[in-house]
């Protein structure tokens, strides 16, 4: 099978095929646009080198045995990223020559793709044993339609880009470990199903009933979309203000308050300030007039206005201008 090198599908669904997903798949089978492996018994990793397969649309290992986490590459399926994609019908003197026609098992039921089979973009690694985090690159493949990673051990939370896949139709993550706030979905009416994400007790939030507490609607500032920045900052912009009265009352009154009711304080308070001032004029006034003395002294050698030996902070090594 290594050899046969044109193929373009290879679906071997509903057997009993065991060990590993050999890594020639993804090597030799370049033209690859079908790969269908469900309800097998295959076990193992994921062979990254799957993700050479530039041209597949559907790729469905669920039902299997397979472990190990989702490989970063997989968001790499070229053929996946393109968000529009045109139908491309084969057609043989007016009738369809059928070259092409697959049978997809989506949302729930397996139907036969033809006519648009050049439109169908799916992924599903539902039923098996991988652990992990879903990784971000899931989101760059805008032609996604289905994505179905439920019955795993997923761990983490669900990428913020998720609603960057505009195109997708079905998705499901139930069943798996998979943890914080759903990313809010105001787009997608798809993701605000709450049956794509049942049996993870640790997701909260909308379209789910549980609600977040605090600290996971903020888990950490990295993670926040903007809207949620924006809420942050608005919060602690009327914190400080809200604050900032009572401190200025009582600091205001400590100091006044005193001075209004205790007549001794208030005249060593003012006495204090007066002779103050008289010093510092004193001081200044000393000050000036040794100015002035010395410039007279200086005054006929022409010195440059900008020494050379002074050097602009710009010009020092290591000094950062912002
Ligand atoms: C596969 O191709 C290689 C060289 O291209 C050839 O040596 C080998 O015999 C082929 N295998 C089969 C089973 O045809
Ligand atoms: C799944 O694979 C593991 C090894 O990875 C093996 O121990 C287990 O028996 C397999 N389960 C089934 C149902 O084949
Ligand atoms: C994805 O493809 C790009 C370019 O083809 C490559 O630079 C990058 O390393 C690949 N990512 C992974 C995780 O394989
Ligand atoms: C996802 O896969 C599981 C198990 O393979 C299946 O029961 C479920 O119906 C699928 N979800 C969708 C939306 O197709």
Known sequence: MKNCTWLRTLDLGENGFSGKIPNWIGERLSFLKFLILRSNKFHGSLPPHLSLLSDLQVFDLSQNNLSGTIPESFGNFSAMTVANRRNVIIDNGGRYS????????WK????????TVSLVININLSGNDLHGEIPKGITHLLGLQSLNLSRNRLTGTIPEDINDLQRIESLDLSWNQLSGRIPSSNQLDTLND???????????????LNQCQPNEIFPDSQQLSDGDKDAKDELEIQLFYI???PGFVVGFWVVCGILLFKRSWRVTYYNFFDN?????YVAMARKHAKFRKNKGLQGNRGLPSTPSNVLHPRALPGHKSS
């Open 276 to 280: 103050m001032g008289d010093r510092l």
């Open 194 to 208: 709450s049956s794509i994400y049942m049996g993870n007790p640790l997701l909260c939030g909308p379209p789910l």
């Open 98 to 105: 059928g070259v092409e026609s697959i049978w997809v098992f």
């Open 108 to 115: 729930g039921v397996q139907s036969e793709y033809s006519r």
């Open 243 to 245: 604050s900032m009265g």
